[in-house]
C-alpha cells in the first residue's frame, strides 16, 4: 500500500487550461504538503493543511488554490496554466505540525505546460 | 536568505570510493530538525534521516554516515564504499520555527554520479 499516493503521475496539458492534482495519505498523519521541484531541482513549499485547515500559504499565485476535504486528502487546483508552472509537485504528509517525526512524500506529479 | 547550502553542485566518484556531501545550515533558533532526502532518478523523494538539534551523536547506516556540528552549523553525509545505486540528488533540509513550524527548506542538492 503507497503511504502518500499522488494522481496523475505525468500531466501535460496547454497554456490557459484548469487541471487538478490528487494527494491522499493512508498514513493517518494530520499534516499535508505541497512542494514544487522547479527545473533546476530546487524544491520549495507552496501550502500546508493541518487537520483542513491552511497553517502555510507561501507567496504562490491565487491560481494555485489547495483543498483539503478531509485529514487524508489535499488536493491542488490550478487555474489558467502558464509556461511557467511546468515542474514536479509533490504532495508530503508528517504526523504533526512540527514534522519532527519526519515527513513522507510521494513519488511526485510532473506537469509539463506548452 | 537561503538556509541550507549544499555548496557542492556535482560529485562524480568511481565505484567504491568514498564520497563526502556537504550541507550547512542557518537557524536563530536552539530547537530545530535536519534532514537528508536522496532523488534517485527515478524521481521520488526518499528519506534518509532525520537530527534534532539536540543530538549531536553522529550516526552510522549501513555504508552511510552522518557528521552533526553545531559549532560549525554542519550536518555532512558520506557514503562509504560508493556503488552505482547511490546515483542521485542529495538534499539536505532544515525546519525550525523562525518562519512557521512545518516547513522544510531545502538546499539545491548534490548529484551524485557512480561510474562502475
Known amino acids: 500500500d503507497t503511504a502518500v499516493s499522488q494522481t496523475p503521475k505525468y500531466l501535460v496539458t496547454q497554456m490557459g487550461n484548469d487541471k487538478s492534482i490528487k494527494c491522499e495519505q493512508n498514513?493517518?498523519?494530520?499534516?499535508m504538503y505541497w512542494y514544487k521541484q522547479d527545473s533546476k531541482k530546487f524544491l520549495k513549499i507552496m501550502f500546508s493543511?493541518?487537520?483542513?485547515?491552511?497553517?502555510i500559504n507561501e507567496t504562490v499565485p491565487n491560481r494555485f488554490s489547495p483543498k483539503s476535504p478531509d485529514k487524508a486528502h489535499l488536493n491542488l487546483h490550478i487555474n489558467s496554466l502558464e509556461l511557467g508552472d511546468s515542474a514536479v509537485y509533490f504532495c508530503a504528509s508528517s504526523q504533526d505540525t512540527v514534522g519532527y517525526r519526519g515527513y513522507t512524500f510521494g513519488s511526485g506529479t510532473r506537469l509539463t505546460v506548452v | 536568505a537561503q538556509k541550507v547550502t549544499q555548496a557542492q553542485t556535482e560529485i562524480s566518484v568511481v565505484e567504491k570510493e568514498d564520497v563526502t556531501l556537504d550541507c550547512v545550515y542557518e537557524t536563530r533558533d536552539t530547537t530545530y530538525y535536519l534532514f537528508w532526502y536522496k532523488q534517485p532518478p527515478s524521481g521520488e523523494l526518499v528519506f534518509l534521516i532525520r537530527r534534532n538539534s539536540f543530538d549531536e551523536q553522529n550516526e552510522i547506516s549501513g555504508r552511510y554516515s552522518w557528521n552533526f556540528q553545531k559549532s560549525t552549523s554542519s550536518f555532512n553525509f558520506t557514503i562509504t564504499a560508493s556503488q552505482v545505486v547511490d546515483s542521485a540528488v542529495y538534499f539536505c533540509a532544515l525546519c525550525d520555527r523562525t518562519d512557521s513550524w512545518g516547513k522544510l527548506q531545502f538546499g539545491a542538492g548534490t548529484q551524485v554520479v557512480v561510474t562502475p
Open positions: 498514513l493517518g498523519h494530520d499534516t
Open positions: 493543511y493541518n487537520n483542513k485547515e491552511l497553517i
